[in-house]
């Protein structure tokens, strides 16, 4: 049997070229170049909430109202509530350093002027108020953070201390 001329070429040819093709697909999948990962993608970028702890001292005698009068949070109004906590909490494990004191966490993510009125039935009340600052930072992750900046108790002679992220107020009534 005699071989065509043209036959025999473009088989020749087309045998080579599903190989060509397998080749340069493997070719472009193998040097595809990958996005660089997202450092910021799993990284929970949220602090602990401002919490603000109250101690409400006795003008006359000196001692720890919540305690010497048993005041329970029933009886206290935090107006405008707090996240979280409608009548925050009062710490009573002895030994602890906030041990007899009210604590509530505030609003710490947004800008602004904020006041939180505490009512204590039967003992008085108190008015706290702070300031929100927006500042910024050299993480590409959290470009900002929320500053509490001026607290303090508005209408009571108070002295004020600040631990990590709380606000530990010693408030004379």
């Not at 080579?16 to 996005?35: D, E, Q, R, T, V």
């Not at 993608?41 to 602090?47: A, H, P, T």
């Not at 992220?165 to 009534?173: A, G, N, W, Y």
């Amino acid at each position: 049997m005699k071989k065509k001329w043209l036959t025999h070429s473009l088989t020749r040819r087309f045998y080579y070229l599903p190989l060509m093709f397998l080749f340069i697909a493997s070719l472009g999948s193998g040097c595809k170049k990958s996005s660089e990962p997202d450092p910021c993608k799993d990284v929970l970028n949220e602090g602990m909430p401002t919490q603000v702890v109250l101690t409400f001292l006795d003008a006359q005698t000196g001692e720890n109202i919540l305690l010497a009068k048993s005041i329970d949070t029933a009886a206290i109004t935090i107006t405008p509530e707090p996240i979280d906590l409608k009548r925050g909490v009062i710490v009573k494990q002895p030994g602890s350093p906030m041990y007899g004191a009210l604590v509530f966490a505030v609003a710490d993510t947004k800008e602004g002027t904020f006041k939180y009125k505490i009512d204590i039935a039967n003992a008085g009340s108190a008015t706290l108020s702070y300031t929100a600052m927006e500042e910024k930072t050299t993480d590409k992750c959290k470009a900002y953070y929320i500053s509490i900046t001026d607290p303090k108790i508005e209408d009571h002679p108070f002295t004020i201390s600040r631990t990590g992220s709380r606000l530990v107020f010693k408030i004379t009534l």
